[in-house]
């Protein structure tokens, strides 16, 4: 069975750079997304790649101009370029697919996700 597997995450001061990698072999082609959590507050959509033709991207307004999704359909995985990192990006990171929005609450799903990586950003 395909699996979504994250990596690349761990602890990084404020104002620096990671980057993600998800291995999506199976789901390449679905909409792909990055989502997050942080302890006590709900799962944040950060990234989406919709599967359309362009490869339309979308970002949640805390990351728009910081973070930036990609995918490299001949490695079949799944990136986040962050950049500019802050305290409050410290959460756990999960990759995601087939992703679609919620027509109630305007939010994006996922059927399939990793087990999510934790990144840190000290102050």
């Known amino acids: 069975q395909a699996q979504l597997v994250e990596s690349g995450g761990g602890s990084v001061q404020a104002g620096g750079s990671l980057r993600l990698s998800c291995a999506a072999s199976g789901y390449i082609y679905m909409c792909l997304g990055w989502f997050r959590q942080a302890p006590g507050k709900e799962r944040e959509e950060v990234a989406i790649?919709?599967?359309?033709?362009?490869?339309?991207?979308r970002y949640g307004d805390s990351v728009k101009g910081r973070f930036a999704i990609s995918k490299d359909i001949a490695k079949n995985t799944l990136y986040l370029q962050m950049y500019v990192l802050k305290p409050e990006d410290t959460a756990i990171y999960y990759c995601?697919?087939?992703?679609?929005?919620?027509?109630?609450?305007?939010?994006?799903?996922?059927?399939?996700w990793g087990q999510g990586t934790q990144v840190t950003v000290s102050s």
């Open positions: 995601a697919a087939d992703c679609w929005r919620n027509r109630v609450t305007g939010r994006y799903e996922a059927n399939y």
């Open positions: 790649i919709e599967n359309d033709n362009d490869g339309s991207t």
